[in-house]
């Protein structure tokens, strides 16, 4: 509310400001209709203009707008000539702030946004502190605070009821003074005291004994709040008379020792202080919790969850571990070369490796209509549905081309044109662009790759359970995401990036630079021209949530994490629906789960495709690997996967301990989810391919002619 006697510049200024600032405000021109205005609204501002009236009181209108509001911001508004004037009287009368005339409407601006952020803001702290104490003095639980030094600060009427004693009997005392019940554990005070003097909340069953001697049994919880002047409990209270449950209070501090110098007490605030944050990590609460636990439990459970928290502590809890090097080398090399970024030193220096910068083709043949298709390649297309789909044939059809022609398909098929209102013309633009950027070079990580990603991505969208966990921007995401997973694949490792010192493993700190990359070059891709730009007409923020979904499930085909997204998955999903809990579908954090398994999935899926397929795609990573191998010994850098040598590694071996140690917990945990059992015979009858191959001995993709 403002109360100014006349309009002018002055007026004018603030009432701009109000509206600058969204601020809802009333004017009056008297102190009767101001003070009557802010009786109606109770105003969280009050300005009164003291510049040219003689004919009202200041101070009392604004004690009288205190006495029916306890605490409130007032300014007051004065001439230059009156600045020096003492601001005691006005202190005492209420006010909290004088304003000198000035009509500049940014000075008025500014002044209101200095007044709400300040105080203003405070005073809304107070008003819910003093909401706060109200709510504890109406509550029918019973509450007792201490300060820090175990004097008791506070109770409520609730626990003056069930305990039998008078506010004034308790307050100022040393919790110590009041009887104890010797019906507790002879330990169970010292379990409690450890567990505060750790800062940590402590729950469970007390007995307390009221004024008259009765005991009580409480479910106590007790919350140290120390730093902030007292400890706050919440017990639940069950009498011993009678089978009504009723609430009362231990104070925490009765339950402490207390150091001769409180020397004990300050040891513990800092680290008290950080256990009661209110942003806390999942796996500190998970070790709090069993740091309680042990509190109370024998000595060889006590024992077992010291155990437990040495690994909860470790920083790969979803990495398994295994044995040496000798026991199983291709096992041990690609981890080494999947799953880490510091490899074997080898003494030499680092070659930093440049690369051109990348340029995205001038000029694009012209893209046909899913009609124009050539007979042959729409023939190579005809069970693209199918999980045997032939990706090699249409490869050949296609001159190299696949990702083109099954993109347009399939994404014709999931409508994706109208989902994103995305011409066909663009769409095709913008899957020849992408597999444009893809290096035909590569053995295994080009567009073929890519194009048989998409398939068994699309192939896994249409499974039941699959379809029932996404919505619509979730199946479009996934899409683009496997189309564009490996765009300018350089054909090499992470590891190997990382240890080249490569541009790229610069630019991103090392950490996922491939994945990274992956999805920045998409995204610069699509958006830098309007001809393949397939996300220019969606709305702002639908764009923002595919965008961040297609980043995600990106990211999630990097290996370093593989574990902990499988683990994720089974215990969040899989378990949750063997116990016939349906709703876990529809969680916004259980679909990101579902999205990275199904990417994770469609991107290695090989040891699942029919046994030719499979033969083909193991041909394809071993090439790319050897070609690795062999830079890196004439470029002097550590050798990523030194079995991944093309005169002595085994294939057939490589890709056991790949089923073995990637594929198999992972595609039990999917076909349990999706259920896909023509995968898992392929993978079955894959791995006994493999299996019969090295029991031979043989160390090639095929066994010799007859």
């Known amino acids: 509310v403002r109360f100014f006697a006349k309009e002018d510049s002055q007026s004018n200024g603030f009432c701009w400001a109000c509206e600058k600032g969204n601020f809802r405000c009333s004017m009056a021109r008297t102190p009767e209709s101001a003070l009557e205005c802010f009786l109606e609204k109770h105003h969280d501002l009050v300005i009164i203009d003291h510049r040219h009236s003689r004919h009202f009181d200041a101070e009392a209108l604004c004690r009288n707008c205190h006495i029916n509001l306890w605490v409130l911001t007032c300014v007051l508004f004065l001439r230059p000539d009156r600045e020096e004037a003492s601001v005691m009287p006005l202190i005492n009368a209420g006010f909290n702030r004088r304003y000198v005339e000035n009509a500049n409407m940014m000075a008025c601006y500014n002044e209101l946004l200095q007044l709400e952020h300040g105080e203003v803001r405070a005073q809304f702290k107070l008003r819910a502190g003093n909401a706060i104490f109200t709510a504890l003095e109406q509550s029918q639980e019973a509450i007792e605070i201490t300060s820090e030094d175990q004097v008791i600060q506070y109770v409520n009427p609730a626990y003056e009821s069930i305990m039998g004693y008078q ?127 042990q509190e109370s439990s024998p000595m060889p459970v006590a024992e077992a969850l010291d155990r437990v928290l ?141 194009a048989d990603v998409l398939h068994a991505t699309a192939y896994f969208l249409c499974k039941e359970r699959v379809k029932q966990s996404l919505d619509p921007i979730d199946e479009v995401a996934a899409l683009i995401a496997a189309t564009v997973h490996d765009v300018d694949h350089p054909g090499r490792t992470n590891s190997f990036l990382c240890n080249a010192g490569s541009e790229l493993a610069i630019l991103y700190n090392d950490t996922a630079v491939l994945e990274s990359h992956h999805a920045a070059l998409a995204f610069q891709i699509t958006t830098r021209d309007d001809k393949c730009n397939i996300f ?125 140690y990637f594929i198999t917990d992972m595609f039990d945990a999917w076909d349990a989810f999706a259920d896909l059992p023509n995968l898992m015979q392929h993978l079955d009858n894959n791995f006994k391919y493999w299996k019969g191959l090295d029991e031979r001995k043989l160390h090639s993709l095929r066994p010799p002619p007859e």
């Open 310 to 450: 040495e690994i909860l502590r470790t920083t790969e809890l979803y990495s398994p571990q295994f044995g040496t090097k000798d026991e199983d080398p291709h096992t041990n090399d690609l981890v080494g070369g999947l799953m880490t970024v510091s490899s074997r030193l080898s003494g030499n220096e680092y070659i930093l490796a440049t690369k051109q910068p990348h340029h995205i083709p001038s000029h694009l043949t012209t893209p046909l209509s899913l009609n124009d298709i050539p007979p042959r390649i729409a023939e190579t297309m005809e069970n693209e549905e199918s999980w045997d789909f032939d990706i090699v044939n249409l490869e050949a059809a296609t001159m190299r081309r696949p990702l083109t022609y099954l993109g347009m398909k399939i994404f014709s098929r999931f409508g994706v044109c109208e989902f994103l209102n995305c011409p066909e013309a663009t769409l095709r633009s913008w899957l020849q662009v992408i597999e444009a950027n893809y290096h035909s070079s590569n053995s295994y990580h080009n567009s073929s790759h890519a």
């Open 167 to 293: 506010q004034g009997e308790l307050i100022g005392k040393e919790i110590m003074e009041v009887p104890k019940s010797e019906k507790n554990k002879p330990d169970l005070l010292e379990t409690i005291n450890s567990c505060i003097r750790k800062g940590k909340e402590w729950q469970g069953i007390y007995y307390a004994k009221k004024k008259n001697g009765d005991s009580i049994q409480q479910n106590v919880k007790i919350t140290p709040v120390i730093g902030q002047g007292g400890i706050f409990f919440s017990p639940d209270i069950q009498s011993s008379k009678h089978k009504d449950r009723r609430k009362g209070s231990l104070d925490v501090r009765s339950t402490t020792s207390r150091g001769s110098d409180g020397s004990s007490q300050r040891r513990h605030s800092s680290m008290a202080r950080i256990h009661s944050m209110t942003i806390e990590a999942p796996i500190t609460k998970v070790i709090n919790i069993i740091n309680a636990a």
């Open 536 to 660: 220019k007409n969606i709305e702002r923020n639908e764009y923002r949530t595919l965008r961040q979904a297609i980043i995600d499930m990106v990211l999630a085909t990097e290996m370093t994490k593989h574990f902990e997204h499988v683990n994720k998955f089974v215990n969040s999903i899989n378990k949750p629906l063997a116990e016939s809990v349906k709703s876990i579908l529809t969680s916004p954090e259980n679909r990101i789960l579902v999205k990275r398994m199904l990417i994770k999935c469609a991107d290695i899926s090989n040891p699942c495709r029919p046994q030719e397929l499979c033969i083909e795609w193991a041909g394809r990573i071993s090439e790319e690997y050897f070609a690795q191998t062999d830079e890196e010994k004439r470029q002097g850098l550590p050798v990523v996967m030194p079995v991944f040598d093309r005169n002595t590694c085994s294939i057939p071996k490589s890709q056991i301990s790949f089923i073995d």
